[in-house]
């Protein structure tokens, strides 16, 4: 998951024309690595760790890029239990961050409303941004968000590619 060079044009100081030169010089150019700054992270909260870790494997091998864009998961609350942790939940946004964005999945209404409530106060948890929660079946749409953001997508479309999962019927 590293991250890739890329190139910067430096603007020089502009130098004191001379009579002799007609042609200006070139302008040099710098690689500068930036590194982890390349996909969009996937989130999957769910009430439990099993089922989150599950659909993150599932989405992972289905991409079967070997590289696939950063997924983590916020499942069941600390100490092991069923139930949805805001403290998980900002730690799997963080892991998950490259800086280009945060895609967020839930399984059910209280996961949806906890992955809310951190949302309403994005800054006072250190969030990463942008972050985006996705109106998106749980199972399709992360298999759809995890290889929407592992081939480049940004977040808008990584968020469309999940809430599209409403529209793939399986019968």
């Known amino acids: 998951m590293g991250g890739q060079a890329r190139v910067v044009a430096l603007r020089p100081e502009p130098e004191p024309a001379s009579e002799e030169e007609e042609e200006p010089a070139a302008r040099p150019l710098r690689v500068l690595p930036l590194a982890a700054l390349d996909r969009v992270g996937v989130v999957l909260v769910s009430h439990s760790r099993a089922l989150a870790d599950a659909v993150a494997e599932l989405a992972v091998e289905l991409v079967g890029t070997g590289d ?6 916020a499942g069941g609350v600390e100490g092991g239990g069923v139930g949805t942790s805001t403290e998980l939940f900002v730690e799997a946004a963080r892991r ?10 839930a399984d059910l209404g209280s996961a949806v409303s906890t992955t809310q409530a951190a ?3 994005a800054e006072a948890h250190g969030l990463p941004f942008p972050i985006r929660l996705a109106d998106a079946p749980f199972v399709e749409g992360a298999v759809a968000a995890v290889a929407t953001a592992s081939a480049g997508g940004d977040l808008a479309a990584v968020i469309e590619a999940a809430e599209d999962g409403y529209l793939v019927r399986k019968l």
């Open 68 to 73: 696939p864009a950063p997924v983590t998961t």
């Open 96 to 105: 998950a961050d490259q800086g280009m964005g945060v895609a967020v999945l």
């Open 119 to 121: 949302l309403t106060a």
